[in-house]
């Protein structure tokens, strides 16, 4: 079974902090991905990496930065925290980029921005 | 750019009904469709993957369909049971990336 974990299921912090979300995957995945996932909004990509040291900016960057040095571990880091950053994050992977590979999700961290 | 659209918002049955949950999206460029459930402060687990080439995929209760030329997809649930309670979500990968677009979920509640 693919496993996807996140560091936290919550998390506050106050504005201007800089916040660390880390996810690992332990199938060897390739493509790993941060959406959030907000009220009315649905989920939004913020990055994805398909490879190591490897990252694309999603639909919505501004305001993160990522890290992917191993290829199980991708971290999403929030420079300095906003309120409007607070959200759900949830973290994904996939096998490779082929059409019929399915995103395997991680829990999720709810992150709220003081 | 792709949308994904959702409806209803939230659906509310009897336990034992079958019942129908749509998605729409706009660009029919499109690889593959997925069908994710959502339980609450939970992660996504995938449902069903339809491929553009194909009509319909099937899981147990659950039933999904893809009409591709009309940006239709729904989703049937039958016999449905209180277990089946969630958040619904549709989401779409378009052609020339790996990127999914989300729809915004239906809440999905069944009565005992």
């Known amino acids: 079974d693919v496993k996807v974990t996140q560091s936290s299921r919550y998390l506050v912090k106050r504005t201007g902090e800089k916040v660390f979300l880390e996810c690992v995957q332990d199938?060897?995945?390739?493509?790993m991905f941060w959406y959030r996932q907000d009220p009315g909004l649905g989920l939004r990509l913020i990055y994805f990496?398909?490879?190591?040291?490897?990252?694309e900016k999603g639909d919505i960057p501004e305001g993160y930065s990522v890290s992917r040095e191993k290829k199980e571990r991708f971290s999403l880091i929030l420079e300095s925290a906003s309120t409007n950053q607070t959200s759900m994050y949830l973290c994904?992977?996939?096998?490779?980029?082929?059409?019929?590979?399915?995103?395997?999700f991680g829990p999720g961290t709810r992150l709220l921005v003081l | 750019k792709q949308e994904v659209t959702q409806i209803p918002a939230a659906l509310s049955v009897p336990e034992g009904e079958n019942l129908v949950l749509n998605c729409s999206f706009t660009?029919?460029?499109?690889?593959?469709l997925q069908w994710f459930r959502q339980d609450p402060g939970k992660g996504l687990t995938s449902l069903l993957l339809?491929?553009?080439?194909?009509r319909e995929q099937t899981s147990g209760r659950l039933n999904a369909s893809l009409d591709k030329s009309s940006g239709r997809s729904t989703l049937y649930i039958a016999a449905s049971q209180p277990g089946d309670s969630a958040t619904y979500l549709c989401?779409?990968?378009?052609?020339?990336?790996?990127?999914?677009?989300f729809g915004e979920g239906t809440q999905l509640t069944v009565n005992p």
């Open positions: 994904a992977s996939s096998l490779t980029g082929r059409v019929r590979e399915t995103q395997y």
């Open positions: 199938m060897d995945h390739e493509n």
């Open positions: 990496s398909y490879d190591v040291k490897m990252k």
């Open positions: 660009d029919s460029a499109i690889y593959n």
């Open positions: 339809i491929q553009s080439s194909q």
């Open positions: 989401a779409v990968r378009s052609l020339g990336g790996s990127r999914l677009t």
